[in-house]
């Protein structure tokens, strides 16, 4: 036994000597700093709340050129600097109606009334208690991609065009849950949700979804939601347009009709061509980004090169996407990285040869209702080019001989 | 040993139970739905968390307003009453007549939303004058909401349906007329009938 050891630290030792040699010898081949050559400073002492790198740039895309107060503005992910299916909170896009509100969680309540035969009252703490899931799912702005609708600016990239989806686990109390707590009466065909917000933004809800798989969150990604994402309490409400996820969750009320709020009447429906609007237009429908290369990259030289991206759909989950470099006259199926997940970002990544020669490049999905993500012209033929909301059209990015990326969907 | 077994049976046939009383649970519902009883989460057993809200708790924040008039608070007002309200209170952010902005035009716009430049306002667009009141109520004005009178909330609403041609400057709105106005494109929503582009085959 001791003999053992013994021989092991020698050979150690050994190893050791060896290694500190190659490694002279690496330096005295090229000047090049290495971490060798540093000076070997001791690093950073453990620290309470982690933060990212400082050579990390990635942010929200703001638009500052706007006349819409900042308070209910729009902020985008940067799709292009994100890996995987989770979006960082920090980095979770963000639109709000009327600011930030800061709310203490301690004395933020949660009611429930209405059509119900026993109305309640919640703390953000008596909710924890109750049986909670987990859930990861997209969360997309209705208006996401609205520019593309009049052919957007040719230099803009996937940031600013699409920015206005994100994905998260979601952690929080099925809304079922709460409306069995206080007995839904027979009357009951809605659930209006208000937040605590300044403006108190409310949507009126069909009770189907609520009984779904509608959600009160309180965690996000691990941990409690951010402000800009509704803390303490939001509504989830899974593949349904962004503003029905009615932030800053302060009541739910049963009720026989919809509110037809501001929200849901005069902001968030849907102008077609013959001058009538789509109203309740929930669902995100499926859609897919090639998230890298995409507008504003410049490829190197020929040759191969990964493509990436992500697909999503509020109707289930997506089964395939394929990935076109013709402008759509050959597709070839993407790989679908795991997990695929209902009403959640998928990852999908596709091996590229490019022959250096121009290229219009794109993908589109399918998801397990049998829909296929549509040509933008489709769209616009059934729909006009004034309904702002719900372009779930395929983005074409135009690679130019020269390697650089563009928008592509007016080439 | 014996013990452990007693307890074991227990366990297993408190799972059928709770299994059985799933399957029975949907089977209500189900039936439930057919025969338009009364919904089955009403009957269903609770968690016992959460208080009963005091009445003066919820009507604090019970402020919606549905096309009906429920919700309504009490109190009138006149365009003629309204426009002071209006230049004190709305002026900055949507112009003199309404169509000035910087922010949402809220007058005009009538017969353009077929048109290429759709101007979506108060009298071209909203269906319900109860919207409207709601609104300014519950959000109005932007940097401090909720600090209007119910009086100048109705107020206002006049004011604004006014410059939109919808009522006379000395009609009088409160909790009994302003439902009963019709808006001029209340009939111009309809359902979403989404998926609208075919499925076919494509290459």
């Given at each position: 036994m001791h003999q053992n050891l013994t021989r092991s630290r020698r050979w150690f030792l050994r190893l050791g000597a060896a290694w500190s040699a190659a490694l002279v010898a690496c330096r005295s081949r090229t000047s090049a700093p290495g971490p060798s050559a540093e000076p070997r400073a001791i690093g950073a002492a453990v620290s309470s709340y982690g933060s990212r790198s400082r050579f990390e740039k990635a942010a929200r895309f703001v638009?500052?050129?706007?006349?819409?107060p900042l308070e209910e503005a729009a902020s985008l992910t940067p799709l292009h600097e994100t890996y995987g299916i989770i979006t960082p909170s920090s980095l979770h896009f963000e639109r709000h109606h009327s600011g930030v509100p800061e709310i203490d969680p301690a004395t933020h309540t949660l009611t429930i009334h209405g059509l119900v035969d026993r109305p309640l009252v919640f703390t953000v703490d008596e909710l924890k208690r109750l049986p909670s899931v987990s859930r990861i799912h997209f969360l997309e702005c209705?208006?996401?991609?609205?520019?593309?609708?009049r052919g957007g600016s040719t230099e803009s990239d996937v940031q600013r065009i699409h920015g206005l989806t994100s994905c998260s686990e979601w952690t929080g109390v099925p809304v079922a849950t709460l409306l069995r707590e206080c007995g839904v009466q027979p009357a009951a065909t809605w659930v209006l949700a208000e937040g605590a917000d300044a403006g108190k933004h409310d949507r009126s809800i069909p009770m189907k979804k609520a009984l779904d798989d509608a959600m009160v969150v309180y965690g996000q990604n691990g941990e409690p939601l951010r402000p800009e994402q509704g803390y303490p309490l939001r509504l989830l409400l899974p593949?349904?347009?962004?503003?029905?996820?009615?932030?800053?969750?302060r009541r739910l009320k049963v009720m026989n009709?919809?509110?037809?709020s501001r929200e849901e009447t005069s902001k968030y429906t849907d102008l077609m061509p013959d001058g009538t609007a789509r109203q309740f237009t929930f669902e995100m429908e499926a859609k897919s980004l090639?998230?890298?290369?995409?507008?504003?990259d410049t490829l190197a030289s020929a040759g191969l090169f990964e493509m990436t991206g992500i697909a999503w759909t509020g109707r289930g989950t997506i089964v395939r996407v394929e990935i076109t470099a013709d402008g759509g006259a050959t597709w070839t199926a993407a790989q679908l990285e795991t997990p695929?997940?209902?009403r959640a970002h998928t990852r999908f990544n596709f091996s590229w040869k490019w022959d250096g020669r121009e290229a219009l490049i794109a993908s589109r999905c399918t998801d397990d209702t049998g829909y296929t993500q549509p040509p933008l012209p489709e769209l616009i033929k059934v729909?006009?080019?004034?309904?702002?909301?719900?372009?779930?059209g395929i983005q074409t990015w135009k690679v130019a001989s020269d390697g650089k990326i563009t928008n592509g969907n007016r080439a | 040993m014996a013990t452990a077994r007693k307890a074991l049976r227990i366990a297993i046939a408190w799972g059928c139970a709770i299994a059985w009383s799933e399957i029975a649970y949907s089977a209500i519902a189900w039936s439930a739905s057919l025969s338009?009883?009364?919904?089955?989460y009403a009957q269903s057993p609770t968690f016992g968390v959460g208080r009963t809200p005091k009445p003066d708790e919820v009507k604090a924040i019970d402020i919606d307003v549905t096309p009906d008039g429920k919700g309504l608070r009490p109190g009138r007002g006149t365009a003629a009453a309204g426009k002071d309200v209006y230049t004190r209170?709305?002026?900055?952010?949507?112009g003199p007549t309404g169509?000035?902005?910087?922010?949402?035009?809220?007058v005009g716009g009538r017969?353009?939303?077929?048109?290429?430049?759709?101007q979506k306002t108060v009298g071209s667009?909203?269906?319900?004058a109860t919207t409207l009141w709601d609104y300014i109520n519950r959000?109005?004005?932007?940097?401090?909401?909720?600090?209007?009178?119910a009086d100048e909330v109705y107020g206002a609403t006049a004011y604004v349906l006014f410059l939109n041609g919808?009522?006379?400057?000395q009609e009088v709105l409160d909790p009994t007329t302003l439902p009963r106005l019709k808006m001029p494109?209340?009939?111009g929503f309809v359902s979403d009938p989404r998926p609208d582009i075919p499925a076919k085959k494509r290459n």
């Amino acid at each position: 036994m001791h003999q053992n050891l013994t021989r092991s630290r020698r050979w150690f030792l050994r190893l050791g000597a060896a290694w500190s040699a190659a490694l002279v010898a690496c330096r005295s081949r090229t000047s090049a700093p290495g971490p060798s050559a540093e000076p070997r400073a001791i690093g950073a002492a453990v620290s309470s709340y982690g933060s990212r790198s400082r050579f990390e740039k990635a942010a929200r895309f703001v638009d500052q050129n706007t006349k819409v107060p900042l308070e209910e503005a729009a902020s985008l992910t940067p799709l292009h600097e994100t890996y995987g299916i989770i979006t960082p909170s920090s980095l979770h896009f963000e639109r709000h109606h009327s600011g930030v509100p800061e709310i203490d969680p301690a004395t933020h309540t949660l009611t429930i009334h209405g059509l119900v035969d026993r109305p309640l009252v919640f703390t953000v703490d008596e909710l924890k208690r109750l049986p909670s899931v987990s859930r990861i799912h997209f969360l997309e702005c209705s208006g996401n991609s609205r520019g593309e609708w009049r052919g957007g600016s040719t230099e803009s990239d996937v940031q600013r065009i699409h920015g206005l989806t994100s994905c998260s686990e979601w952690t929080g109390v099925p809304v079922a849950t709460l409306l069995r707590e206080c007995g839904v009466q027979p009357a009951a065909t809605w659930v209006l949700a208000e937040g605590a917000d300044a403006g108190k933004h409310d949507r009126s809800i069909p009770m189907k979804k609520a009984l779904d798989d509608a959600m009160v969150v309180y965690g996000q990604n691990g941990e409690p939601l951010r402000p800009e994402q509704g803390y303490p309490l939001r509504l989830l409400l899974p593949g349904w347009e962004g503003n029905t996820n009615v932030k800053w969750l302060r009541r739910l009320k049963v009720m026989n009709q919809a509110a037809m709020s501001r929200e849901e009447t005069s902001k968030y429906t849907d102008l077609m061509p013959d001058g009538t609007a789509r109203q309740f237009t929930f669902e995100m429908e499926a859609k897919s980004l090639i998230t890298k290369p995409s507008g504003g990259d410049t490829l190197a030289s020929a040759g191969l090169f990964e493509m990436t991206g992500i697909a999503w759909t509020g109707r289930g989950t997506i089964v395939r996407v394929e990935i076109t470099a013709d402008g759509g006259a050959t597709w070839t199926a993407a790989q679908l990285e795991t997990p695929v997940l209902p009403r959640a970002h998928t990852r999908f990544n596709f091996s590229w040869k490019w022959d250096g020669r121009e290229a219009l490049i794109a993908s589109r999905c399918t998801d397990d209702t049998g829909y296929t993500q549509p040509p933008l012209p489709e769209l616009i033929k059934v729909r006009g080019t004034n309904s702002q909301y719900h372009n779930n059209g395929i983005q074409t990015w135009k690679v130019a001989s020269d390697g650089k990326i563009t928008n592509g969907n007016r080439a | 040993m014996a013990t452990a077994r007693k307890a074991l049976r227990i366990a297993i046939a408190w799972g059928c139970a709770i299994a059985w009383s799933e399957i029975a649970y949907s089977a209500i519902a189900w039936s439930a739905s057919l025969s338009g009883e009364p919904h089955p989460y009403a009957q269903s057993p609770t968690f016992g968390v959460g208080r009963t809200p005091k009445p003066d708790e919820v009507k604090a924040i019970d402020i919606d307003v549905t096309p009906d008039g429920k919700g309504l608070r009490p109190g009138r007002g006149t365009a003629a009453a309204g426009k002071d309200v209006y230049t004190r209170r709305c002026e900055t952010c949507h112009g003199p007549t309404g169509t000035e902005g910087p922010q949402d035009v809220l007058v005009g716009g009538r017969g353009s939303l077929d048109t290429f430049t759709p101007q979506k306002t108060v009298g071209s667009y909203w269906p319900y004058a109860t919207t409207l009141w709601d609104y300014i109520n519950r959000a109005m004005p932007f940097d401090h909401p909720g600090t209007m009178t119910a009086d100048e909330v109705y107020g206002a609403t006049a004011y604004v349906l006014f410059l939109n041609g919808i009522v006379g400057e000395q009609e009088v709105l409160d909790p009994t007329t302003l439902p009963r106005l019709k808006m001029p494109n209340r009939d111009g929503f309809v359902s979403d009938p989404r998926p609208d582009i075919p499925a076919k085959k494509r290459n």
